[in-house]
């Protein structure tokens, strides 16, 4: 087994298989990867391409979702004699390896999909001398397929159904048989591998060309300096093979720590100054320390929205366009305050305020500030006081507002999994603009041009029995270019404590115009949150421009939020969808401190599996890749990324941007706690 750490110390990477998980050659072996680690695989073997994306969820269990082509797969569902298959796995190690104990761990494969690659299976790895390891499993369904040795119940048979439900009824039934094999790495760099295939590879036989005429699988593998695996193999007596996986780990930054300027360090008062109110009585001073502490905040990219001025407390209005962490803004914040306001001030409260809705009050005591500066963030964060912010946030000062920014970017729009082209894309400029009237006034408005793609060489038919809410998808990248993305009108409110709101008017998004209301519960120490949204929505025209088609639709959710620790949130929308059914859509998270996420969703409906069509209900994996971990510099920029296997109308949602709990939650107790070590950076 190949191990290449990716860093100094960490707990080494595994080799992964032509399934894209860790393994041999095309057998699991025990192993896992480490917590967080996403893999990224692309194998072709005879007629078998498979692209995988893994994440090792939690240190011992991990999840995989496949996207699979096979030549020459003769079913009425190929196109152009290319069967395309969507499937997704499942793995969690039972036992960790000891010293005399193997590493143990179950896994389930294509366990919602179309069954072609269904089985499961229980395997075991243990080193046995250094660079020579041993794997052996029991495997059942497709891992049984050749030699089975023993039966346990009996196994229904459907294969390449619609998919989209899990086949709970195939779970470690029928035939069982055995497979294994070891692997050989005689430095850090190379790898050899030899295993026995339980595998016969039944379906491909029947309906496409393969022809194997061995059990047995031969590899090499090859780990470059930066972690990627390149693999050739010899497989099933007559084919070859080759795969390359690539590796990123969101707790792992390219630029570890970042490359902004270190902060100003903590003024620290005169003993004998502290009792001195003079300055109360003197306008020029405070003028001054207004003025000062503008702009020692302005070299940090913060701003100070409003400041007020008391002889013994200190209460400034925050807005923080540049650090993804509030944590850090918070702690620079009070920094530039040491060094500017007079020394009689011992409390400060921090205000950060969020499209100028007051999201929590930060309260630190200066001479904790003084006497900290050096110790562990942690300690700081015992003195501090969070509280809800509603009604502490001073007036804003004069000037601020109105306020206009715009920019002007590249775009990517992706669409993928089109059996005729798996992936299509477009590439171009977008022109945003906002017109901040008041600070909880906004005016916002995104244009888009195209410069190159295919995205409107889409030519494939989706058929519908629902209302085509979100299936008409490529006559919008046919006939919008360019396009208006968005242009809304949006007033954010605090209408009470723990209360958040919102209303949104004009065109939403690409496919729809109308009002979208939200009202949100979340108070500022709670891992609990609780929201409403209702919308009025209509149809835009295929261009994209100001059109209006003749579909309207009332629909929208209640919600709960909950923040289960240790990066872990959980989102239950229950409510009607666009295409008028009713039902819920379930998300689970993990997040890191950094900003990075990564999830899945499943929606379920009143919509019937025949109205909805092939995938049975709608899911799908997102990625949210904040820039600052990719730059090293600060920014509260990210990408985010949704992979969904199909485009149905069942379960669509609103795409409404700038919804509330994602905003708020990050100035509140918990988000701060998890990011307050870089308090003092």
Do not use: C
Not at 100 to 106: D, G, K, M, Q, S
Not at 332 to 352: N, Y
Not at 455 to 476: G, H, K
């Amino acid at each position: 087994m190949i191990t290449v750490p990716l860093s100094s110390g960490a707990q080494p990477i595994p080799g992964y298989n032509l399934y894209g998980s860790p393994g041999l050659v095309d057998m699991p072996t025990a192993d896992a990867a480490p917590d967080a680690t996403l893999g990224a695989t692309v194998s072709k073997f005879g007629d078998n391409t498979r692209t995988t994306l893994s994440f090792q969820i939690t240190p011992r269990l991990s999840g995989s979702f496949r996207y699979s082509a096979i030549d020459n797969f003769d079913t009425v569902a190929s196109v152009n004699d290319v069967y395309y298959d969507r499937s997704f796995d499942l793995r969690y190690q039972l036992l960790t390896e000891g010293a005399y104990r193997p590493a143990v761990t179950i896994g389930l494969q294509d366990f919602i999909g179309t069954g072609l690659y269904g089985a499961e299976y229980i395997v075991a790895s243990k080193d046995i001398v250094p660079g020579l390891r041993v794997t052996g499993g029991l495997g059942w369904g497709r891992l049984a397929s050749r030699n089975a040795f023993a039966t346990m119940g009996t196994r229904p048979t459907q294969f390449l159904g619609q998919g989209g439900v899990p086949t709970y009824d195939q779970w470690f039934r029928g035939d069982v048989a055995g497979f294994g094999g070891i692997s050989y790495a005689p430095n850090d760099r190379l790898t050899f591998k030899l295993e026995y295939s339980s595998d016969n590879y039944d379906e491909e036989r029947v309906t496409g060309q393969f022809d194997g005429t061995s059990a047995w699988n031969y590899g090499i593998d090859y780990r470059f300096r930066n972690g990627a695996q390149l693999s050739l193999y010899h497989a099933y007596g007559n084919e070859v093979g080759a795969q390359l996986t690539l590796f990123a780990n969101p707790k792992i930054a390219p630029v570890p720590g970042g490359v902004e300027t270190a902060p100003l360090p903590v003024a620290v008062r005169n003993p004998a100054d502290i009792n001195d109110l003079g300055w109360t009585a003197n306008t020029a001073t405070t003028t001054e320390a207004r003025t000062s502490l503008t702009q020692t905040m302005a070299t940090d990219g913060l701003v100070m929205e409003g400041l007020k001025l008391e002889p013994r407390r200190a209460t400034l209005r925050l807005r923080n366009p540049r650090y993804g962490a509030a944590s850090q803004a918070i702690g620079r914040t009070a920094r530039a305050m040491t060094r500017t306001l007079p020394d009689s001030i011992e409390e400060f409260v921090i205000v950060p305020v969020q499209d100028g809705m007051p999201m929590s009050a930060v309260i630190l005591k200066r001479s904790d500030l003084e006497s900290l500066e050096n110790d562990a963030a942690v300690d700081m964060l015992a003195r501090s006081q969070i509280v809800d912010g509603f009604g502490r946030a001073p007036a804003v000062e004069p000037g601020l507002y109105p306020r206009f920014t715009w920019s002007l970017a590249p775009f990517v729009a992706v669409s993928a999994f089109d059996p005729d082209n798996p992936v299509r894309l477009d590439g171009g400029l977008r022109l945003r603009g906002n017109y901040l009237v008041t600070p909880n006034f906004v005016l916002a408005g995104a244009v888009t041009k195209k410069i190159a793609g295919n995205l409107d060489a889409v030519t494939r038919t989706i058929t519908s029995n629902l209302p085509r809410v979100r299936t008409d998808y490529a006559e919008y990248s046919k006939q919008g270019d360019p396009a208006i993305e968005y242009l809304t009108s949006t007033f954010y409110g605090r209408p009470g404590e723990n209360l958040y709101s919102r209303l949104t008017l004009g065109y939403l998004e690409k496919m729809y115009a109308g009002a979208s209301g939200e009202l949100l519960w979340k108070p500022v120490n709670s891992r609990l949150a609780l929201g409403v949204e209702l919308n009025l929505v209509q149809q835009r025209a295929f261009d994209q421009m100001l059109d209006l088609r003749d579909y309207r639709v009332a629909m929208g959710h209640a919600s709960a939020y909950y923040d289960f620790g240790n990066g872990f949130h959980g989102q239950l929308d229950m409510g009607r969808y666009l295409a008028g059914d009713y039902g819920a859509t379930l998300s689970l998270d993990r997040e890191f401190a950094n900003g990075w996420r990564v999830g899945a969703y499943a929606t379920f409906t009143d919509a019937s599996f025949e109205d909805f069509g092939e995938g049975s209900f709608d899911k799908g994996l997102r990625f949210t890749i904040p820039l600052s971990w990719a730059l090293g510099t600060p920014t509260r920029q990210s990408n985010n990324l949704n992979i969904k296997s199909l485009t149905r109308d069942g379960g669509a949602q609103l795409e409404v941007r700038d919804r509330l709990y994602d905003q708020v939650r990050t100035n509140h107790t918990p988000e701060l706690a998890k990011t307050w070590g870089r308090f003092w950076r």
